[in-house]
Protein backbone atom coordinates (compact mmCIF):
# COMPACT_ATOMS: atom_id res chain seq x y z
CA UNK A 1 0.00 0.00 0.00
CA UNK A 2 1.24 3.33 -0.70
CA UNK A 3 1.14 5.60 2.33
CA UNK A 4 0.77 9.41 2.93
CA UNK A 5 1.97 9.48 6.41
CA UNK A 6 3.89 7.26 8.01
CA UNK A 7 4.02 8.04 12.05
CA UNK A 8 6.86 6.41 14.53
CA UNK A 9 5.88 5.50 18.08
CA UNK A 10 2.31 4.76 19.21
CA UNK A 11 2.31 7.56 22.46
CA UNK A 12 0.14 9.98 23.49
CA UNK A 13 1.43 12.29 20.10
CA UNK A 14 1.54 9.28 17.50
CA UNK A 15 -2.12 8.00 18.39
CA UNK A 16 -3.66 11.26 18.06
CA UNK A 17 -2.07 12.45 15.18
CA UNK A 18 -2.70 9.14 13.14
CA UNK A 19 -6.26 9.95 14.09
CA UNK A 20 -6.48 13.50 13.04
CA UNK A 21 -4.69 12.54 9.61
CA UNK A 22 -6.71 9.13 9.13
CA UNK A 23 -10.22 10.90 9.78
CA UNK A 24 -8.76 13.95 6.94
CA UNK A 25 -7.98 11.27 4.69
CA UNK A 26 -4.45 10.30 5.01
CA UNK A 27 -3.16 7.22 4.38
CA UNK A 28 -1.88 6.69 8.21
CA UNK A 29 0.61 4.05 8.93
CA UNK A 30 1.48 4.16 12.63
CA UNK A 31 4.42 1.81 13.91
CA UNK A 32 4.91 1.00 17.48
CA UNK A 33 8.35 -1.29 18.48
CA UNK A 34 6.32 -2.24 21.67
CA UNK A 35 4.09 -5.03 21.78
CA UNK A 36 1.49 -2.89 23.46
CA UNK A 37 0.88 0.71 22.53
CA UNK A 38 0.93 3.43 24.58
CA UNK A 39 2.95 1.83 27.82
CA UNK A 40 3.33 5.28 29.12
CA UNK A 41 -0.10 6.01 29.40
CA UNK A 42 -0.68 3.09 31.07
CA UNK A 43 1.35 4.17 33.88
CA UNK A 44 1.16 7.75 33.91
CA UNK A 45 -0.65 9.47 36.96
CA UNK A 46 -0.11 6.29 39.29
CA UNK A 47 -2.24 3.85 36.26
CA UNK A 48 -4.84 6.50 36.30
CA UNK A 49 -3.70 9.21 33.49
CA UNK A 50 -4.03 12.54 34.29
CA UNK A 51 -5.27 13.42 30.87
CA UNK A 52 -4.83 16.87 30.87
CA UNK A 53 -5.59 20.27 33.90
CA UNK A 54 -8.62 21.97 34.14
CA UNK A 55 -8.78 25.58 32.44
CA UNK A 56 -10.61 28.82 33.54
CA UNK A 57 -12.25 31.39 31.57
CA UNK A 58 -8.35 31.82 29.87
CA UNK A 59 -8.87 29.00 27.87
CA UNK A 60 -5.80 27.54 26.42
CA UNK A 61 -3.30 30.84 28.26
CA UNK A 62 -3.76 28.66 31.37
CA UNK A 63 -2.76 25.77 29.24
CA UNK A 64 0.71 27.60 27.83
CA UNK A 65 1.31 29.76 30.68
CA UNK A 66 2.75 26.56 32.68
CA UNK A 67 5.58 26.25 30.21
CA UNK A 68 8.49 28.58 29.62
CA UNK A 69 8.27 31.56 27.35
CA UNK A 70 9.88 29.80 24.47
CA UNK A 71 7.99 26.63 25.05
CA UNK A 72 4.60 28.69 25.11
CA UNK A 73 5.29 30.66 22.41
CA UNK A 74 6.06 27.66 20.00
CA UNK A 75 2.86 25.88 21.86
CA UNK A 76 0.80 28.54 20.81
CA UNK A 77 -0.94 27.41 17.16
CA UNK A 78 -0.87 23.74 18.69
CA UNK A 79 -2.78 24.47 21.87
CA UNK A 80 -5.43 26.74 19.66
CA UNK A 81 -6.15 23.75 17.06
CA UNK A 82 -6.62 20.99 20.29
CA UNK A 83 -7.10 22.75 23.44
CA UNK A 84 -7.32 21.33 26.75
CA UNK A 85 -11.42 21.15 26.42
CA UNK A 86 -11.99 19.75 23.20
CA UNK A 87 -9.15 16.69 24.66
CA UNK A 88 -11.80 15.71 26.70
CA UNK A 89 -14.52 15.91 24.31
CA UNK A 90 -12.57 13.00 21.80
CA UNK A 91 -11.93 11.15 25.03
CA UNK A 92 -15.55 11.40 26.02
CA UNK A 93 -16.62 10.71 22.66
CA UNK A 94 -14.97 6.92 22.60
CA UNK A 95 -17.00 6.50 25.70
CA UNK A 96 -14.58 7.37 28.56
CA UNK A 97 -16.08 9.49 30.91
CA UNK A 98 -13.74 12.31 32.88
CA UNK A 99 -13.69 14.10 35.92
CA UNK A 100 -11.71 17.59 37.48
CA UNK A 101 -10.23 16.74 40.87
CA UNK A 102 -9.87 20.03 42.90
CA UNK A 103 -6.16 20.18 42.27
CA UNK A 104 -7.54 20.94 38.40
CA UNK A 105 -5.97 17.69 37.19
CA UNK A 106 -8.52 15.88 35.01
CA UNK A 107 -8.50 11.87 35.05
CA UNK A 108 -10.93 9.37 33.75
CA UNK A 109 -14.14 8.84 36.18
CA UNK A 110 -13.11 4.56 36.35
CA UNK A 111 -9.49 6.03 37.41
CA UNK A 112 -7.97 3.48 34.84
CA UNK A 113 -5.39 4.48 32.49
CA UNK A 114 -6.56 1.53 30.01
CA UNK A 115 -9.47 3.37 29.53
CA UNK A 116 -7.84 6.50 27.73
CA UNK A 117 -5.33 4.54 26.20
CA UNK A 118 -7.97 2.14 24.33
CA UNK A 119 -10.09 5.36 23.92
CA UNK A 120 -7.08 6.80 21.75
CA UNK A 121 -6.55 3.62 19.61
CA UNK A 122 -10.13 3.31 19.37
CA UNK A 123 -10.21 6.71 17.80
CA UNK A 124 -7.39 5.92 15.42
CA UNK A 125 -8.66 2.82 14.14
CA UNK A 126 -12.08 4.01 13.48
CA UNK A 127 -10.50 7.05 11.48
CA UNK A 128 -9.01 4.89 9.27
CA UNK A 129 -5.04 4.75 10.89
CA UNK A 130 -3.43 1.16 10.22
CA UNK A 131 -1.07 -0.01 13.83
CA UNK A 132 1.38 -2.08 13.46
CA UNK A 133 2.85 -3.09 16.66
CA UNK A 134 6.58 -4.74 17.46
CA UNK A 135 7.27 -2.58 14.44
CA UNK A 136 10.85 -1.28 15.68
CA UNK A 137 12.47 0.99 13.12
CA UNK A 138 15.79 0.16 12.45
CA UNK A 139 16.67 2.64 9.28
CA UNK A 140 15.18 5.84 8.10
CA UNK A 141 16.14 7.47 4.56
CA UNK A 142 14.93 10.22 2.79
CA UNK A 143 14.74 9.88 -1.14
CA UNK A 144 13.33 12.27 -3.71
CA UNK A 145 10.28 10.15 -3.86
CA UNK A 146 9.84 10.65 0.19
CA UNK A 147 10.63 8.65 3.22
CA UNK A 148 11.98 5.00 3.69
CA UNK A 149 11.38 3.20 6.85
CA UNK A 150 12.60 0.12 7.32
CA UNK A 151 11.83 -2.51 10.18
CA UNK A 152 13.70 -6.23 10.70
CA UNK A 153 11.49 -7.20 8.44
CA UNK A 154 9.16 -4.91 6.21
CA UNK A 155 10.07 -1.16 3.96
CA UNK A 156 7.36 1.43 4.21
CA UNK A 157 6.87 4.41 1.58
CA UNK A 158 5.22 7.92 2.12
CA UNK A 159 6.14 11.07 1.25
CA UNK A 160 5.51 12.48 4.94
CA UNK A 161 7.07 11.18 8.47
CA UNK A 162 5.68 12.09 11.78
CA UNK A 163 8.76 11.40 15.03
CA UNK A 164 6.54 10.48 17.89
CA UNK A 165 8.87 8.14 20.00
CA UNK A 166 9.17 9.92 23.11
CA UNK A 167 11.96 10.99 24.93
CA UNK A 168 14.08 8.88 27.74
CA UNK A 169 11.57 9.08 30.67
CA UNK A 170 10.79 5.54 31.78
CA UNK A 171 12.73 3.80 29.23
CA UNK A 172 11.50 0.32 30.70
CA UNK A 173 8.61 1.96 28.43
CA UNK A 174 10.52 1.44 25.94
CA UNK A 175 11.30 5.51 25.48
CA UNK A 176 14.87 5.13 24.61
CA UNK A 177 15.69 8.45 22.85
CA UNK A 178 15.70 6.88 19.55
CA UNK A 179 14.08 9.76 17.87
CA UNK A 180 17.38 11.92 18.58
CA UNK A 181 19.18 9.94 16.23
CA UNK A 182 16.98 10.21 13.58
CA UNK A 183 16.31 13.96 13.76
CA UNK A 184 20.15 14.53 14.00
CA UNK A 185 20.43 12.74 10.81
CA UNK A 186 18.20 14.91 8.89
CA UNK A 187 20.16 17.92 10.34
CA UNK A 188 18.20 18.67 13.77
CA UNK A 189 20.27 19.92 16.97
CA UNK A 190 18.68 18.11 19.94
CA UNK A 191 18.99 20.05 23.23
CA UNK A 192 20.78 17.46 25.36
CA UNK A 193 18.15 15.70 27.25
CA UNK A 194 17.75 15.40 31.06
CA UNK A 195 15.34 13.70 33.79
CA UNK A 196 12.48 15.97 34.81
CA UNK A 197 9.55 15.45 37.10
CA UNK A 198 11.65 12.81 39.09
CA UNK A 199 11.75 12.14 42.84
CA UNK A 200 14.86 14.01 44.84
CA UNK A 201 17.57 11.87 46.47
CA UNK A 202 19.10 13.16 49.90
CA UNK A 203 21.46 11.13 52.26
CA UNK A 204 19.85 12.14 55.70
CA UNK A 205 18.57 9.52 57.24
CA UNK A 206 16.17 10.98 59.13
CA UNK A 207 14.17 12.11 56.05
CA UNK A 208 14.44 8.28 54.77
CA UNK A 209 12.84 7.52 58.15
CA UNK A 210 9.66 9.05 57.89
CA UNK A 211 8.98 7.02 54.68
CA UNK A 212 5.43 7.32 53.80
CA UNK A 213 4.54 10.21 55.27
CA UNK A 214 2.50 12.89 52.99
CA UNK A 215 1.90 16.37 53.49
CA UNK A 216 -1.06 17.94 51.47
CA UNK A 217 0.45 21.43 51.79
CA UNK A 218 4.13 22.31 51.72
CA UNK A 219 6.16 24.55 49.76
CA UNK A 220 10.05 22.91 48.53
CA UNK A 221 12.77 25.18 47.44
CA UNK A 222 16.51 24.61 45.96
CA UNK A 223 19.30 26.86 46.95
CA UNK A 224 23.01 26.91 46.38
CA UNK A 225 24.53 26.22 50.58
CA UNK A 226 25.53 29.20 51.76
CA UNK A 227 26.95 28.78 55.11
CA UNK A 228 26.47 32.42 56.26
CA UNK A 229 22.97 32.44 54.47
CA UNK A 230 21.94 29.01 56.04
CA UNK A 231 22.78 30.83 59.60
CA UNK A 232 20.56 33.82 59.05
CA UNK A 233 17.60 31.52 56.74
CA UNK A 234 17.09 31.37 53.27
CA UNK A 235 14.92 34.20 51.27
CA UNK A 236 12.72 33.95 48.45
CA UNK A 237 15.65 36.20 46.52
CA UNK A 238 18.05 32.85 46.85
CA UNK A 239 15.77 30.48 45.80
CA UNK A 240 16.78 28.70 42.26
CA UNK A 241 13.41 27.10 42.18
CA UNK A 242 10.42 26.29 44.58
CA UNK A 243 6.79 24.27 44.25
CA UNK A 244 3.91 24.38 47.07
CA UNK A 245 2.06 21.81 46.58
CA UNK A 246 1.72 17.81 48.45
CA UNK A 247 5.05 15.82 49.41
CA UNK A 248 6.22 12.70 49.84
CA UNK A 249 9.21 11.18 52.22
CA UNK A 250 10.34 8.20 50.57
CA UNK A 251 12.88 5.66 51.48
CA UNK A 252 15.39 7.31 49.47
CA UNK A 253 14.30 11.28 50.06
CA UNK A 254 11.28 13.33 48.40
CA UNK A 255 8.67 12.25 45.51
CA UNK A 256 5.02 14.06 44.93
CA UNK A 257 4.17 17.41 42.96
CA UNK A 258 6.26 20.00 44.95
CA UNK A 259 9.61 17.38 44.75
CA UNK A 260 8.87 16.22 40.91
CA UNK A 261 8.37 19.86 39.54
CA UNK A 262 11.62 21.41 40.71
CA UNK A 263 13.81 17.90 40.18
CA UNK A 264 14.56 19.31 36.93
CA UNK A 265 16.64 22.13 38.47
CA UNK A 266 18.73 19.36 40.20
CA UNK A 267 19.14 17.26 37.04
CA UNK A 268 20.48 20.83 35.08
CA UNK A 269 23.07 21.42 37.81
CA UNK A 270 26.45 20.87 37.37
CA UNK A 271 27.14 21.10 40.84
CA UNK A 272 24.72 19.21 42.64
CA UNK A 273 26.82 18.79 45.90
CA UNK A 274 26.02 22.36 46.70
CA UNK A 275 22.53 22.01 46.35
CA UNK A 276 20.07 21.74 49.44
CA UNK A 277 16.32 21.86 49.92
CA UNK A 278 14.61 24.39 52.08
CA UNK A 279 11.20 22.79 53.59
CA UNK A 280 8.41 24.97 54.73
CA UNK A 281 5.90 22.37 56.02
CA UNK A 282 3.59 24.66 57.25
CA UNK A 283 3.31 27.49 54.17
CA UNK A 284 -0.02 28.94 54.73
CA UNK A 285 1.24 32.09 56.53
CA UNK A 286 5.14 33.97 56.38
CA UNK A 287 7.34 33.60 59.23
CA UNK A 288 6.57 36.23 61.27
CA UNK A 289 2.58 35.59 61.17
CA UNK A 290 3.42 32.00 62.24
CA UNK A 291 5.62 32.61 65.26
CA UNK A 292 3.39 34.72 66.57
CA UNK A 293 0.55 32.16 66.34
CA UNK A 294 3.18 29.43 67.53
CA UNK A 295 4.16 31.45 70.64
CA UNK A 296 0.45 32.18 71.38
CA UNK A 297 0.14 28.43 71.55
CA UNK A 298 2.53 27.84 73.56
CA UNK A 299 1.67 30.51 76.20
CA UNK A 300 -1.88 29.24 76.00
CA UNK A 301 -1.19 25.50 76.04
CA UNK A 302 -1.51 25.09 79.93
CA UNK A 303 0.34 21.89 81.08
CA UNK A 304 0.74 20.22 77.73
CA UNK A 305 4.48 18.80 76.80
CA UNK A 306 5.32 21.15 73.49
CA UNK A 307 4.72 17.54 71.24
CA UNK A 308 1.34 18.17 71.80
CA UNK A 309 0.83 21.59 70.19
CA UNK A 310 3.41 20.79 67.44
CA UNK A 311 2.04 17.23 66.53
CA UNK A 312 -1.41 19.31 65.91
CA UNK A 313 0.60 21.45 63.27
CA UNK A 314 2.32 18.38 61.65
CA UNK A 315 2.23 14.35 61.57
CA UNK A 316 3.90 12.82 64.95
CA UNK A 317 6.30 11.25 63.37
CA UNK A 318 7.61 14.71 61.26
CA UNK A 319 7.00 16.67 64.90
CA UNK A 320 9.28 14.37 66.93
CA UNK A 321 12.53 15.33 63.98
CA UNK A 322 11.33 18.56 64.27
CA UNK A 323 11.49 19.18 67.68
CA UNK A 324 14.88 16.91 67.82
CA UNK A 325 16.37 19.52 65.07
CA UNK A 326 15.37 21.99 66.89
CA UNK A 327 16.99 20.93 69.89
CA UNK A 328 13.23 21.71 72.09
CA UNK A 329 12.75 18.76 74.44
CA UNK A 330 9.93 16.83 73.41
CA UNK A 331 8.59 16.47 76.82
CA UNK A 332 9.15 20.15 77.74
CA UNK A 333 5.84 22.00 78.79
CA UNK A 334 4.63 24.37 76.13
CA UNK A 335 4.38 27.23 78.18
CA UNK A 336 7.80 26.90 79.96
CA UNK A 337 9.67 27.41 76.37
CA UNK A 338 12.01 30.49 75.71
CA UNK A 339 11.51 32.93 72.87
CA UNK A 340 14.52 31.24 71.42
CA UNK A 341 13.29 27.94 72.02
CA UNK A 342 10.15 28.95 69.77
CA UNK A 343 12.14 30.67 67.43
CA UNK A 344 13.92 28.01 66.54
CA UNK A 345 11.29 25.87 66.66
CA UNK A 346 8.83 28.24 64.15
CA UNK A 347 12.46 28.03 61.99
CA UNK A 348 13.13 24.46 61.56
CA UNK A 349 9.06 24.18 60.91
CA UNK A 350 9.28 26.93 58.29
CA UNK A 351 12.76 26.52 56.90
CA UNK A 352 14.24 22.77 57.57
CA UNK A 353 17.55 22.48 55.22
CA UNK A 354 17.91 19.21 53.45
CA UNK A 355 21.27 18.23 51.63
CA UNK A 356 20.22 16.82 48.09
CA UNK A 357 22.62 13.93 46.89
CA UNK A 358 20.68 13.68 43.21
CA UNK A 359 17.35 12.30 41.93
CA UNK A 360 16.01 8.95 40.76
CA UNK A 361 17.11 10.02 37.09
CA UNK A 362 15.46 8.77 33.75
CA UNK A 363 14.25 5.68 35.29
CA UNK A 364 11.76 7.15 37.31
CA UNK A 365 11.22 10.47 35.07
CA UNK A 366 7.66 11.42 34.15
CA UNK A 367 8.95 13.36 31.33
CA UNK A 368 12.45 14.20 29.40
CA UNK A 369 13.90 18.04 29.38
CA UNK A 370 15.38 18.83 26.42
CA UNK A 371 15.09 17.14 22.85
CA UNK A 372 14.68 17.55 19.33
CA UNK A 373 15.21 21.74 18.97
CA UNK A 374 12.51 23.81 18.60
CA UNK A 375 14.21 26.15 16.41
CA UNK A 376 13.91 24.44 12.91
CA UNK A 377 10.25 23.23 13.86
CA UNK A 378 7.66 25.18 12.21
CA UNK A 379 5.55 25.70 15.41
CA UNK A 380 2.48 26.48 13.14
CA UNK A 381 2.35 22.79 11.45
CA UNK A 382 5.23 20.79 13.33
CA UNK A 383 7.28 20.41 10.22
CA UNK A 384 10.47 20.43 9.61
CA UNK A 385 11.97 24.03 8.13
CA UNK A 386 14.79 21.94 6.68
CA UNK A 387 13.18 18.53 5.42
CA UNK A 388 10.20 18.64 3.66
CA UNK A 389 7.99 15.93 4.99
CA UNK A 390 9.18 15.58 8.35
CA UNK A 391 7.37 16.26 11.08
CA UNK A 392 7.46 16.26 15.01
CA UNK A 393 5.29 15.94 17.75
CA UNK A 394 5.20 14.92 21.30
CA UNK A 395 7.91 14.48 24.03
CA UNK A 396 10.61 14.14 21.44
CA UNK A 397 10.61 17.57 21.17
CA UNK A 398 12.40 20.37 23.86
CA UNK A 399 8.87 20.79 25.28
CA UNK A 400 8.51 19.75 28.91
CA UNK A 401 5.92 21.36 31.47
CA UNK A 402 5.11 20.69 34.93
CA UNK A 403 3.06 17.94 36.85
CA UNK A 404 -1.06 18.43 35.62
CA UNK A 405 -1.61 16.92 32.90
CA UNK A 406 0.53 19.61 31.19
CA UNK A 407 2.72 17.41 28.95
CA UNK A 408 0.14 14.87 27.81
CA UNK A 409 -2.10 18.19 26.64
CA UNK A 410 1.27 19.36 24.77
CA UNK A 411 1.60 15.93 23.26
CA UNK A 412 -2.08 15.28 22.13
CA UNK A 413 -1.68 19.17 20.58
CA UNK A 414 1.40 19.22 18.91
CA UNK A 415 0.29 15.56 17.29
CA UNK A 416 -3.23 16.56 16.48
CA UNK A 417 -1.71 19.98 14.33
CA UNK A 418 0.85 17.24 12.84
CA UNK A 419 -1.65 15.06 11.76
CA UNK A 420 -3.70 17.93 10.65
CA UNK A 421 -0.36 19.21 8.25
CA UNK A 422 -0.11 16.78 7.06
CA UNK A 423 -3.67 16.43 5.81
CA UNK A 424 -3.49 20.16 4.58
CA UNK A 425 -0.30 19.41 2.39
CA UNK A 426 -1.52 16.14 0.86
CA UNK A 427 -3.21 16.53 -2.40
CA UNK A 428 -7.24 17.00 -2.05
CA UNK A 429 -7.76 16.04 -5.49
CA UNK A 430 -6.19 12.69 -5.04
CA UNK A 431 -7.91 12.00 -1.49
CA UNK A 432 -11.25 12.51 -2.99
CA UNK A 433 -10.57 10.67 -5.53
CA UNK A 434 -9.50 7.47 -3.43
CA UNK A 435 -12.48 8.18 -1.34
CA UNK A 436 -14.74 7.65 -4.46
CA UNK A 437 -13.30 4.60 -5.03
CA UNK A 438 -13.32 3.71 -1.64
Known sequence: MTWDLIIVGAGAAGLMAAARAAELGCRTLLLEKNTKVGVKILMSGGTRCNITHATNQQGIADAFAAFDKKQAGFLRSALAALPPEKVIELIEAEGVATKVEDTGKIFPVSNRAIDVRDALVRRAKHSGAMLAIGAAVAQIEKRETGFIVKTADQQFTAPNLLITSGGQSYPGCGTTGDGYAWARQFGHEVVHPVPALTPITTDEKWVRDLQGITLPDAMLAIVHHDPQQEANGYSPKHFLARRRSSVLFTHFGFSGPAALDISRTVTLSTE???????????????????????????????????????????????????????????????????????????????????????????????????????????????????????????????????????????????????????????????????????
Not at 289 to 315: E, K
Request: glycine content about 12%; overall charge neutral; aromatic content about 6%.
Open 272 to 438: RTSLKLVCDFLPTSGFENFLSQLTDDCRGSGRSNVSAVVQDLLPKRLAGVVLDRAGVPAVKRAAELSRQEIRRLAGMIKGTIVPISGTLGFQKAEVTAGGVSLNKVDSGTMQSTIIDGLYFAGEVLDIDGPIGGYNFQAAFSTGWLAGQSVADNTDIAEIQNRAQKD
